[in-house]
């Protein structure tokens, strides 16, 4: 019954909100229950999110993959990564990473709290130990202040530092792009040429059918066909990273492994193979380049390569037929849509 009028409800307020399909304006925060937000722990989060005592030779914060002045993103194909080793994968922004279900590009991490310990242990990451950092940690008298005001006491185990840091990302959120606006009902948001691109994304490209919701993004993942940069394919650090991950996702071949396998190793199921969760695309004008590997330096190419429907032996994506015209609105929609009021920051003091 009360699901009933809840959807009679939301289809009388279709028109006057204009919440026409499934994209959604940015709205409240999801919070876990057993983390609540609070300002002294996203301030904490903060500190450590931009603390070189978080890597093993003290070189490397969060911030150097996930800089504030690039879109908490590091603008590089594939990402930075601890000395003598390279990194695999292209650093996503972490603007609005609060909307995101599953995090990494194969959902490797189903919360920010889980994910955060990643790159802390990451052989070709921060190279930590996290036994040590937080004896590390704990060494600081500020820290220890802080953590017994936010915690309650002075323990500054690896889940409180994961608690942290997940609420200051919780706290990065771009809200009043000219998309939220459209949402909410203000018709003359979008330009005449975004409102074109607008169309072709909800209509003709399809592309609303992945990218919905709030992030743009569906938590779900999909076998496009991108293809691998052949650079890449021939860098023996890179390979070295590849097997090491295949490795311990218990990989059996990893050692003739040659190309990156994406949810496959989560699932090993075989329709997995090459499988990539689909990304937010809330500032993609700041986050270039693009796809898990950064193949696309830019959103033409980006749109070419869905226009074209995908690449080899993608079984969800067709041909588009997009004119000229058409693919420059659907840039203009994605750049002037998509971009909201600017995150502000301010640089911590780092105890
Ligand atoms: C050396 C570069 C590097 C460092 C340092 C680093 N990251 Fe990342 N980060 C990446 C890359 C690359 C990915 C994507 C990896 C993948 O999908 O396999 C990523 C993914 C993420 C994601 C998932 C985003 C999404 O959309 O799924 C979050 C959240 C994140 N990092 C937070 C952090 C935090 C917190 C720290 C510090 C504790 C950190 N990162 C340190 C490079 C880095
Ligand atoms: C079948 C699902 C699906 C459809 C339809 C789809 N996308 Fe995507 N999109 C994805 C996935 C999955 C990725 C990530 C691929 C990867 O990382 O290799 C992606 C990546 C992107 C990226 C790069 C994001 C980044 O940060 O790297 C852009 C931009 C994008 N899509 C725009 C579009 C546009 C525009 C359309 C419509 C023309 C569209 N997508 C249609 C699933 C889809």
């Known amino acids: 019954m009360k699901k009933i009028f809840c959807m009679i409800l939301m289809l009388l307020c279709l028109p006057v909100c204009g919440m026409t399909g499934p994209l959604l304006p940015v709205g409240k925060v999801p919070v876990p229950d057993n983390n609540p937000q609070t300002e002294a722990k996203v301030e904490l989060g903060k500190k450590l999110f931009f603390d070189r005592r978080l890597s093993g030779d003290g070189t490397m914060s969060c911030?150097?993959?996930?800089?504030?002045?690039?879109?908490?993103?590091?603008?590089?194909?594939?990402?930075?990564?601890?000395?003598?080793?390279?990194?695999?994968?292209?650093?996503?922004?972490?603007?609005?990473?609060?909307?995101?279900?599953?995090?990494?590009?194969?959902?490797?991490?189903?919360?920010?709290?889980?994910?955060?310990?990643?790159?802390?242990?990451?052989?070709?990451?921060?190279?930590?130990?996290?036994?040590?950092?937080?004896?590390?940690?704990?060494?600081?008298?500020?820290?220890?202040t802080a953590f017994t005001e936010v915690f309650g006491d002075g323990d500054t185990s690896r889940e409180r530092i994961a608690m942290a840091i997940a609420a200051f990302e919780r706290s990065l959120v771009s809200r009043d792009a000219a998309l939220d606006r459209f949402l909410t009902g203000d018709e003359n948001a979008l330009s005449p040429e975004a409102l074109q691109g607008y169309a072709i994304f909800t209509g003709k490209g399809q592309c609303v059918r992945c990218h919905g919701g709030a992030a743009l993004a569906d938590d779900r993942f999909y076998v496009l066909g991108v293809q691998e940069n052949p650079e890449h394919l021939n860098d023996p650090r890179i390979a070295a990273t590849r097997r090491f991950v295949a490795k311990v996702s218990h990989f059996e071949e990893y050692r003739t492994l040659a190309e990156d396998p994406g949810r496959y190793l989560i699932t090993n199921d075989r329709k997995d193979w090459q499988a990539f969760r689909t990304p937010t695309l809330r500032e993609i004008a700041l986050?270039?380049?693009?796809?898990?590997?950064?193949?696309?330096?830019?959103?033409?190419?980006?749109?070419e390569f869905f226009n074209a429907g995908g690449g080899k032996d993608n079984t969800v994506l067709k041909p588009l037929h997009l004119s000229p015209t058409e693919k420059e609105q659907l840039r203009v929609f994605l750049e002037e849509g998509l971009s909201g009021v600017p995150v502000d920051f301010i640089y911590p003091k780092i105890p």
């Open 63 to 144: 911030a150097t993959c996930h800089d504030p002045n690039l879109a908490y993103s590091d603008g590089l194909e594939i990402s930075l990564n601890y000395p003598t080793t390279r990194n695999w994968r292209n650093s996503p922004t972490l603007i609005n990473v609060a909307f995101q279900k599953l995090l990494f590009h194969d959902g490797r991490a189903s919360s920010l709290e889980e994910q955060a310990l990643f790159p802390m242990m990451s052989a070709f990451e921060m190279n930590q130990n996290l036994d040590y950092m937080e004896e590390e940690i704990r060494a600081v008298p500020e820290y220890e």
């Open 287 to 303: 986050t270039a380049p693009y796809m898990h590997n950064g193949i696309y330096e830019t959103l033409d190419e980006v749109i």
